[in-house]
């Protein structure tokens, strides 16, 4: 099953391999999800051919990454030619820093090749040429009891690189696993290794994790290890289940479903700074932070209190302050039934939001003398999209300038 899935180019290289007297695996993630028949991401290939050795056996390479072992083959011609990374078996020394070993070394042994990743079901390789799966640390059986299980002793492990850890996590929630107890116990005491991984690492984990189905599965973990408050803002018991449970019910946008995870804080002391703290740590894009602020502010909770109390001006208001770009997220944040949404989209009808969709503009006060540029004029088009907003159907030109005129 998984040699069907394997790209041509890669199954070439395996073939050259074998036929050198080389062993040449697929193996990792991509054979997981093969065996899952899932789609799964890049293939990672390897051998316990060295560096120097591929180089000589391949017309065409590249040496991508001596140190580690890894070297580009250059596989088919013309339109068909593929790049295949081909890295050799390899071991690893002690980690200093909770990163990286201090030193790699290449090693003939698939096995020990294997005993260093960090869990099971990523710990499975597949020879495609001699249609063997060598799967040494119970991979397969972890996978058809739905756990995620560390290689060898767990402490070790997490202790190597923190982000195995969340890693760890990740996987529970993206495969719909549990975590192994020996292997989740260990995650506390790899916490102050964790602390050392750089927040960008962490973001790219926190953001497949909110991708996931069903995010809990990785969360409560995380609550229940210690994880949760070394990523996201403590929270009381009850905030942090509710939390949760409402994350596995929207969308699964990464950015909605974060901002609901910290949303309960916003209430407490410099609630809003520790969010934007929190939010600053994960290392966002510009937009990301721009749109988990924006749904924290104070306007959602209003936009909820309006709709409830059927008040299409103050709904009004509050989207004119939220902006059209993050309804959307608002609108399943606050988890609005039906009736909610409708009464919404009545009182959006027609109407203008932005100083952009009133009938009149700067321009046209200006030249009708009733305005003069500068401040002035900022502040009474702000007062006329403001009037807008009480009654769209206000929004024409000559009710316009007529109401400019009388707060000039």
Same mark, same amino acid.
């Given at each position: ?23 040449? @695996? @697929? ?13 799964? /991401?890049?293939?990672? =290939? ?37 790049? =295949?990374?081909?890295? &050799? ?11 990286? #070993? ?46 995620? $299980? ?32 020996? &292997? ?30 069903? #995010? ?5 973990? %995380? =609550? ?15 905030? +942090? ?10 969308? #699964?946008?990464? %950015? ?11 209430? /407490? ?14 290392? #966002?894009?510009? *937009? *990301? ?6 749904? &924290? ?21 509050? =989207?004119?302050?939220? &902006? ?24 959006? *009808? /027609? ?9 009149? +503009? ?31 159907? $206000?929004?024409?030109? *000559? ?10």
């Amino acid at each position: 099953m998984v040699a069907t899935v394997i790209p041509s180019a890669i199954l070439a290289v395996l073939r050259t391999l074998d036929e050198a007297g080389f062993h040449g @695996v @697929v193996v990792g993630g991509a054979v997981r999800d093969a065996l899952l028949g899932r789609d799964g /991401g890049d293939w990672d =290939v390897a051998s316990n051919a060295t560096p120097e050795e591929v180089i000589e056996l391949f017309p065409k390479t590249i040496p991508t990454g001596l140190e580690h072992g890894t070297v580009t083959v250059l596989s088919g011609r013309g339109e068909d030619r593929h790049a =295949v990374e081909l890295t &050799t078996f390899r071991g690893e020394g002690a980690y200093h820093d909770g990163r990286r #070993p201090s030193e790699v070394r290449f090693l003939r042994d698939l096995t020990e090749d294997l005993a260093r990743r960090d869990l099971t079901i990523n710990a499975l390789a597949w020879d495609p040429v001699n249609a063997v799966l060598t799967d040494a640390f119970g991979g397969l059986e972890d996978m058809r009891a739905g756990l995620i $299980r560390a290689v060898g002793e767990p402490e070790r492990r997490f202790n190597e690189d923190g982000l195995r850890t969340m890693r760890a996590v990740r996987f529970a929630a993206t495969m719909g696993f549990a975590l192994a107890p020996e &292997t989740e116990a260990a995650i506390a005491g790899a916490l102050e290794v964790f602390a050392k991984v750089s927040r960008e690492r962490v973001r790219v984990e926190l953001v497949k994790l909110l991708r996931a189905p069903k #995010p809990s599965l990785g969360l409560e973990p %995380m =609550v229940r290890t210690g994880l949760w408050a070394h990523v996201l803002l403590p929270l009381d018991d009850a905030d +942090q289940a509710a939390a949760i449970a409402a994350v596995d019910r929207l969308p #699964p946008r990464p %950015m909605l479903r974060l901002t609901r995870l910290l949303a309960p804080a916003r209430h /407490g002391a410099d609630g809003r700074a520790r969010i934007e703290a929190t939010v600053e740590a994960l290392k #966002p894009s510009r *937009e *990301e932070r721009a749109r988990v602020l924006a749904l &924290t502010h104070p306007r959602v909770d209003a936009l909820a209190e309006a709709l409830a109390a059927e008040d299409a001006v103050a709904a009004r208001r509050c =989207v004119a302050a939220l &902006t059209r770009t993050y309804l959307e997220d608002a609108a399943d944040l606050l988890e609005l039934d039906a009736a909610a949404r409708d009464r919404l989209g009545a009182a959006l *009808e /027609g109407a203008a939001l932005t100083g952009k969709e009133l009938a009149i +503009q700067g321009r046209d006060l200006i030249q009708a003398g009733v305005a003069k540029p500068g401040p002035a004029l900022g502040k009474l088009l702000a007062a006329l999209l403001d009037w807008v907003l009480e009654d769209p159907a $206000r929004n024409h030109r *000559e009710a316009l300038l007529d109401q400019a005129r009388s707060l000039a």
